[in-house]
C-alpha cells in the first residue's frame, strides 16, 4: 500500500485547499480511507474518511460544514476539498487507509489505520 499527498501550502483564513491522495498496491474498493492531522503539541485527530466500497463519510465536528471528502475509484485518488479554512486547521495533514467495508469509530475516531502517508503541510494565517 502506498499513500501520497499533494496539495498542501499557505492559505489565508477564509480561503480554500483541495487535498489529494494518490493510492496504489491495493484493491480500492475493499479499503476506508481517511484524513488525519496532526497540528504541533497537539494529538491526531481524525478529520475525516470514506468508505470506497459504500460511500459513507465521517466528519469530525471540528470541519463539518467546511470540509468534503471525495474518493475516485477510478483514479484510485482520494480528495479532501477544505473551505472556510481557520488558523486552528494549522497542522499535517496525513492519508491513511485501512482494509475495511464500513467506517466505524474504530477506523475514523481512533485512528487504527495500516497505512499512512508521509503527509503535507496546511498553514492557515490569520
Known amino acids: 500500500v502506498q499513500l501520497v499527498e499533494s496539495g498542501g501550502g499557505l492559505v489565508q483564513a477564509g480561503g480554500s485547499l483541495r487535498l489529494t491522495c494518490a493510492a496504489s498496491?491495493?484493491?480500492?474498493?475493499?479499503?476506508?480511507l481517511g484524513w488525519v492531522r496532526q497540528a504541533p503539541g497537539k494529538e491526531r485527530e481524525g478529520v475525516s474518511c470514506v468508505s470506497n466500497g459504500r460511500g459513507s463519510t465521517y466528519y469530525a465536528d471540528s470541519v463539518k460544514g467546511r470540509f468534503t471528502i471525495s474518493s475516485d475509484n477510478g483514479a484510485n485518488a482520494v480528495d479532501l476539498q477544505m473551505d472556510n479554512l481557520k488558523p486552528e486547521d494549522t497542522a499535517v495533514y496525513y492519508c491513511v487507509a485501512v482494509r475495511a467495508r464500513y467506517i466505524t469509530n474504530r477506523y475514523c475516531v481512533q485512528m487504527e489505520y495500516d497505512s499512512w502517508g508521509p503527509g503535507t503541510q496546511v498553514t492557515v494565517s490569520s
Open positions: 498496491g491495493f484493491t480500492f474498493g475493499d479499503y476506508v
